[in-house]
């Protein structure tokens, strides 16, 4: 099972950016996905998550600016953010808990980050 992310990039505060992250391989199935941050130094932190029966939850800093949405068809996450502000700039990771195939246990997998860079 991976995941692989896409969608960062370089934005003017006040901007918009659009983060997807879709899972692939032997998935039986998946439960929480999840977008989170990183920056140099500091601890990784939950941006949002969006639980299979379709709550989602924010981190306080992003509430009402980021939007976390999921094709479960896809096997897919999306971070919609939109009034970016400087202090949003670092590596963002998806992450997921999926029941895989082969084992047949839950586990918990990381995509690799993709790096948000927000200029004043």
């Known amino acids: 099972v991976q995941l692989q992310a896409s969608g960062g990039g370089l934005v003017q505060a006040g901007g918009s950016l659009r983060l997807s992250c879709a899972a692939s391989?032997?998935?039986?199935?998946?439960?929480?996905m999840a977008w989170y941050r990183q920056g140099p130094g500091k601890e990784r932190e939950l941006v949002a998550v969006?639980?299979?029966?379709?709550?989602?939850n924010y981190a306080d800093s992003v509430k009402g600016r980021f939007t976390i949405s999921r094709d479960n068809a896809k096997d897919a996450v999306y971070l919609q953010m939109n009034s970016l502000k400087p202090e949003d700039t670092t590596v963002y990771y998806c992450?997921?808990?999926?029941?895989?195939?082969?084992?047949?246990?839950?586990?918990?997998?990381w995509g690799q980050g993709t790096q948000v860079t927000v200029s004043s």
């Open positions: 391989g032997s998935i039986s199935r998946i439960t929480n």
């Open positions: 969006a639980v299979s029966d379709g709550t989602t």
């Open positions: 992450n997921a808990n999926i029941v895989d195939r082969n084992y047949g246990s839950l586990r918990n997998y």
